[in-house]
């Protein structure tokens, strides 16, 4: 587990690592490039779960288990916002349920943390949160980058959870016809990066428009482009850091 610098979370605790490329927004993933420069680096953990295809780095489509990681959040004691797998995606289909399991089990173990889960599988997400326990500090979210996998918010609707919530990152098209219902909190952000594609504010506005219909919480996280911190996260005059009314 590490302190974050990402807007909306304390800290990242990473159980597994590795992935696949899912859709559009998978293109210039953060966590591949980060991946790559761990293992550069020797940490065993990310070995072989990326590999160099013309001049970037992807995912191999290999996941590491991090048996070890599992316990971590139970030594941290001041309660945080826990961002879960941030170098990966803990509902695809690599990851044995039986793993999901502990992962449960140790959220389950210390409800002073509130844990962020993130997928651009919701449709797992869904099909397992039946399952599993309905934990009051665990809040379960689809990634949803444009128009194309709007479908991903049907699942996030049929996932038990005290909190639902969707990250417009990177978005990179309009989503003017998302719904919302049922959905408590959006957190919208442009690309970073040496390769980010741009954002338009139209779309930006389009998701605050959806917000203040839904009620759900709005958090706009960044303009993002090649330099994000100069282009900052103001929006309309103001930075939004709305988190979500569990229990709502």
Aim: hydrophobic share 40%.
């Amino acid at each position: 587990m590490a302190e974050s610098s990402i807007e909306w979370t304390d800290a990242t605790w990473n159980p597994v690592a590795g992935c696949t490329v899912l859709s559009a927004g998978c293109t210039n993933c953060y966590a591949m490039r980060m991946a790559a420069r761990l293992e550069a680096m020797g940490a065993p953990k990310y070995r072989g779960l990326t590999r160099k295809s013309g001049d970037r780095y992807v995912w191999t489509g290999q996941i590491s288990l991090d048996e070890a990681a599992l316990a971590v959040p139970i030594s941290w004691r001041k309660p945080r916002l826990i961002f879960v797998n941030s170098m990966s995606d803990l509902f695809q289909e690599a990851v044995p349920l039986e793993f999901i399991e502990r992962v449960w089990e140790t959220m389950a173990a210390t409800p002073r943390h509130t844990y962020q889960i993130l997928t651009k599988r919701p449709d797992r997400m869904a099909a397992l949160s039946a399952h599993l326990p309905l934990l009051p500090n665990v809040w379960l979210g689809t990634s949803v980058e444009n128009s194309a996998v709007l479908d991903r918010l049907d699942h996030l609707r049929a996932t038990r959870a005290v909190v639902r919530f969707v990250s417009f990152e990177p978005l990179i098209g309009s989503v003017a016809s998302a719904n919302l219902t049922g959905v408590h909190w959006a957190i919208v952000g442009g690309e970073s990066g040496p390769r980010a594609r741009s954002l338009e504010q139209d779309w930006v506005d389009e998701i605050y428009e959806l917000c203040s219909d839904s009620g759900a919480a709005f958090f706009f996280k960044q303009w993002g482009g090649r330099n994000k911190k100069a282009a900052g996260r103001t929006y309309r005059d103001r930075t939004w850091d709305e988190l979500p009314v569990v229990g709502v």
